[in-house]
């Protein structure tokens, strides 16, 4: 049996909305929600810089964001009341608003349960584990030894495949041995 245009316009003008494209509920459906926006379009990050005060030398800095264009950027606002925290900024490098958290406890609070409980489908569940993992080692104070530090660095040398890195992760292992 073919279906003709006519039958399929017929078909779609008797289903409702919530029939086509789902009911919304915000209590039940949020969190799974904000998983899937952040699976494609959120980042988990660990960026490595060097700080010549630090006795290592080099400063790790995790952070969560999501982008999206400004004229859609109420979805961030939903993101940052469901959180409690972070800010919410333009993003000059590609025209965007962003919603980031770079704070240590809100991430390890309210951002990494979330993902915890809500993971998402993609390989980026995995940079989200290794984030995970990176943000206890600093809460442990970790990142302030040579031993932790150097295994911060290779958790988030092991994120983001596709991303630009601007310094080697086995020059700064090698750099902060050397200062230890």
């Known amino acids: 049996?073919?279906?003709?245009?006519?039958?399929?316009?017929?078909?779609?003008?008797?289903?409702?909305?919530?029939?086509?494209?789902?009911?919304?509920?915000?209590?039940n459906d949020l969190e799974s929600y904000i998983s899937g926006y952040f699976d494609g379009e959120g980042c988990f990050t660990v960026s490595i810089?060097?700080?010549p005060t630090l006795k290592l030398g080099w400063e790790a800095r995790p952070s969560a964001s999501v982008s999206q264009n400004?004229?859609?950027?109420?979805?961030?606002?939903?993101?940052?009341?469901h959180f409690g925290c972070g800010t919410i900024r333009p993003d000059r490098s590609d025209r965007t608003v962003k919603w980031?958290?770079?704070?240590?406890?809100?991430?390890?609070?309210?951002?990494?349960?979330?993902?915890?409980?809500?993971?998402?489908?993609s390989r980026k569940q995995e940079d989200f584990e290794r984030f995970a993992i990176v943000c206890e080692l600093m809460a442990h104070k970790k990142h302030r030894t040579a031993l932790g530090l150097a295994q911060?660095?290779?958790?988030?040398?092991g994120m983001n495949p596709s991303g630009k890195r601007r310094y080697e992760p086995n020059e700064i292992i090698e750099?902060?041995?050397m200062k230890a």
């Open 1 to 27: 049996m073919s279906v003709t245009l006519q039958r399929y316009v017929a078909g779609v003008a008797n289903l409702s909305l919530a029939q086509h494209a789902g009911s919304w509920s915000r209590s």
């Open 100 to 121: 980031e958290v770079r704070k240590l406890a809100q991430l390890r609070e309210r951002v990494v349960p979330h993902f915890v409980q809500h993971p998402m489908l």
């Open 70 to 81: 400004a004229d859609r950027s109420q979805v961030l606002d939903l993101i940052q009341a």
């Open 152 to 157: 911060i660095v290779e958790l988030a040398a």
């Open 49 to 51: 810089s060097p700080r």
């Open 175 to 177: 750099e902060i041995k």
